[in-house]
């Protein structure tokens, strides 16, 4: 049984780029979170995602955005990238939108 | 508000003895709490949680943590560490809204075990 993937895993992109990145869902999971953690902080919830729609968001400017599939995959948007961007970019998944959300190893962001 | 704080960035302890990694909470209304580690370049990984019942909760790899209500916290213990347990530890509290569960993080507490 898979548990949430990321990838990609490490990326570099230059400060003004778009990037893209990608999550799958443990199996069975309905709901996407993704969270931005930044060198030496706690994550920080970014926004959620179910049955295709953004159901919450934190307190991050609309350069981010996000998407969910039918197949409860999901990818996370950051358009016009600063350098204050760069951070570990995790996704967690749980079931029904419950409590119980499982991580993925995350992917790295570097702009520079 | 929900909000969480890990007052020690970092704690030192050697190999066998007990660990106590410290957490306070502000919440409204019932406090879902969470303690999740990190290991270097890997995502986050659950250890325990409390959602009601009793106030000390067993989790993963031989952790307790102890809800303290009139306190507002939830500490995280190990009656012996191990050179194994050395990782970032995090203090969560629900949030969200309607049926929609989210996460406040603490500012992490990275721990290390001396052999």
């Known amino acids: 049984d898979a548990g949430v993937t990321q990838s990609p895993t490490h990326l570099i992109k230059t400060r003004g780029q778009q990037v893209t990145l990608r999550c799958s869902p443990k199996?069975?999971?309905?709901?996407v979170s993704w969270y931005q953690q930044a060198l030496g902080q706690g994550p920080q919830f970014i926004f959620q995602?179910?049955?295709?729609?953004?159901?919450q968001r934190g307190n991050f400017p609309d350069r981010f955005s996000g998407h969910q599939f039918p197949n409860y995959s999901s990818e996370l948007n950051v358009n016009a990238l600063l350098l204050g961007d760069s951070a570990l970019y995790l996704c967690?998944?749980?079931?029904?939108?419950?409590?119980?959300?499982?991580f993925g190893p995350g992917t790295r962001l570097t702009v520079t | 508000a929900q909000s969480v704080a890990q007052p020690e960035d970092q704690v030192n302890v050697a190999e066998g003895n007990p660990l106590t990694v410290k957490c306070t909470y502000s919440?409204?209304?019932?406090?879902?709490l969470f303690w999740y580690v990190q290991y270097p370049n890997r995502g986050l990984q659950f250890l325990l949680k409390?959602?009601?019942?009793?106030?000390l909760v067993k989790g993963s790899y031989g952790f307790e943590a102890e809800f303290n209500k009139s306190q507002t916290s939830f500490h995280l213990k190990k009656p012996s560490a191990l050179v194994s347990d050395s990782a970032l530890y995090f203090c969560?509290?629900?949030?969200?809204?309607?049926?929609?569960?989210?996460?406040?993080f603490g500012s992490g507490t990275k721990l290390n075990v001396k052999p």
């Open positions: 967690a998944s749980s079931k029904d939108r419950g409590h119980e959300q499982y």
């Open positions: 199996s069975g999971h309905d709901t």
């Open positions: 995602y179910y049955e295709e729609e953004e159901r």
């Open positions: 919440v409204s209304g019932n406090p879902y």
């Open positions: 409390y959602i009601t019942g009793d106030n």
């Open positions: 969560a509290v629900r949030a969200g809204r309607d049926n929609f569960n989210t996460f406040y």
